[in-house]
C-alpha cells in the first residue's frame, strides 16, 4: 500500500511538472520517479512557414482500427477489446516489447481522440523512423528535449526521415516527449501525464493531425541511473496537398 500511494504521489507531482515553455528554454530533467513531458509543434501553411512551440478516463465501446506497427511483422489492433481496453497498457517498456508497447501508447492516445470524436491517428513508418531515431538520441545522448544534436528540430529530423518530403508542400507536425522511470514509465502513465498538460494533450487532439509515429527506448541513461523506465516520442503530422 505504501508503494501505490507513493506512486500516485509522484504521478500527480509530474503532471504539474510539463509547463508550457519555449522549446529552447525547456532543462533537462533529473526528477526520480517522475514523468517528464514536453510538447513542441510546427507548421507550414501554402509555402509560408511559422513555427510556434508549446509544452503540452475512456467511454466504453469500441473503435477498432487494424493497422500493422512498423517494422513489427504482427498484425496489432489499435484496440483489441470491446470495451475499449487498450492491451498492454501497463507493460513496461524492455527489449523485449517495444513494439507492444509503442502499440499501446497510440491505443491509448486514440482512444482519448475518438472519445471526443476526432479521427483515430494512422501509423507513418518515416513518421515512427523519426521519433526512434530522437528517442534513442536522448535515451543515450544524455539530454531531454526536441532539439537535438546540431540544433536539429523535430521537422528537420522529420525532412530527413522523409515525412516532409518537398519544400514545396505545406504540412503541420507536433512532437511530444516524455520519460518516466520504474512504473511510471508504462503507456498509461506516460499518456496521462501527457493528457494533464495543456500543450501536450492540444498535439493529441489536434484534429488536423492525421498521422502518427512512436519512439521508445527502455534506456532512461542519466535521466535516472540505473532505473528501468521508458523514453517516448510522438510525433505527430499531417501533409497539406
Known amino acids: 500500500m505504501a508503494r501505490l ?29 517522475k514523468a517528464a513531458c514536453t510538447s513542441a509543434r510546427s507548421s507550414r501553411r501554402a509555402h509560408k512557414k511559422t513555427k510556434s512551440y508549446r509544452g503540452s478516463h475512456c467511454p466504453k465501446g469500441t473503435h477498432r482500427a487494424a493497422g ?33 508497447v509503442r502499440a499501446a501508447t497510440l491505443c491509448l492516445v486514440n482512444r ?15 513518421l515512427v523512423a523519426a521519433a526512434q531515431a530522437h528517442t534513442e538520441s536522448m535515451a543515450f545522448g544524455g539530454y531531454f528535449q526536441h532539439v537535438g544534436p546540431g540544433d536539429e528540430t523535430p521537422a528537420a529530423r522529420m525532412r530527413k526521415a522523409g515525412y516532409i518530403y518537398s519544400p514545396q508542400i505545406g504540412y503541420e507536425v507536433g512532437e511530444n516527449i516524455a520519460w518516466g522511470s520504474l512504473w511510471l514509465g508504462d503507456p498509461k502513465s506516460i499518456v496521462s501525464a501527457w493528457m494533464a498538460s495543456p500543450g501536450h494533450r492540444a498535439n493529441i487532439l489536434d484534429a488536423h493531425f492525421r498521422e502518427t509515429g512512436i519512439g521508445v527506448s527502455p534506456h532512461l541513461g542519466t535521466l535516472a541511473p540505473g532505473q528501468s523506465g521508458g523514453i517516448y516520442t510522438q510525433d505527430f503530422g499531417v501533409i497539406i496537398g
Open 112 to 126: 482519448e481522440r475518438t472519445s471526443r470524436g476526432e479521427t483515430a491517428l494512422r501509423w507513418n513508418g518515416r
Open 68 to 100: 500493422a506497427v512498423p517494422g513489427s511483422g504482427a498484425d496489432l489492433l489499435v484496440f483489441t477489446a470491446s470495451d475499449g481496453h487498450c492491451r498492454d497498457a501497463e507493460l513496461p517498456p524492455t527489449t523485449d516489447d517495444v513494439e507492444q
Open 5 to 33: 500511494l507513493t506512486a500516485i504521489a509522484t504521478l500527480l507531482a509530474c503532471t504539474a511538472c510539463a509547463l508550457s515553455v519555449p522549446v529552447q528554454a525547456l532543462a533537462r530533467t533529473h526528477h526520480r520517479g
